[in-house]
């Protein structure tokens, strides 16, 4: 059963740092490309980082670039998300996909707030 896991979402204030992990099962993880999304209330879900098969390239929306990294471990088949200087803006939904050749794979997400 293929599933992805997200943890380590929560509240807090302007300026904390937060990281989310997501773990994978059911598939094979390394081969597929890892992305973090996310939706605030009342917007469409956005992208937010992106991390290829061997970690070896990653993307980041300019509203977090400089203040969140993506990361994978494949021995752990997990990828994360180092959120740092988080703002109020940041408040949403945090959902890992995988990707390969078109094969989709969502999580369930992981409410992250942020407070002024």
């Known amino acids: 059963q293929v599933q992805l896991v997200e943890s380590g979402g929560g509240v807090g204030q302007a300026g904390d740092a937060l990281r989310l992990a997501c773990a994978a099962s059911?598939?094979?993880?390394?081969?597929?490309?890892m992305r973090w999304y996310r939706q605030a209330p009342g917007k469409e879900r956005e992208l937010v980082a992106t991390?290829?098969?061997?970690?070896?390239?990653?993307n980041y929306a300019d509203s977090v670039k400089g203040r969140f990294t993506i990361s994978r471990d494949n021995s752990k088949k997990t990828v994360y998300l180092q959120m740092n200087s988080l703002k109020p803006e940041d408040t949403a939904v945090y959902y890992c996909?995988?990707?390969?050749?078109?094969?989709?794979?969502w999580g369930q997400g992981t409410q992250v707030t942020v407070s002024s």
């Open positions: 059911g598939f094979t993880f390394s081969s597929y490309a």
């Open positions: 996909k995988a990707v390969r050749l078109g094969i989709i794979h």
């Open positions: 991390i290829s098969i061997a970690g070896g390239s990653t």
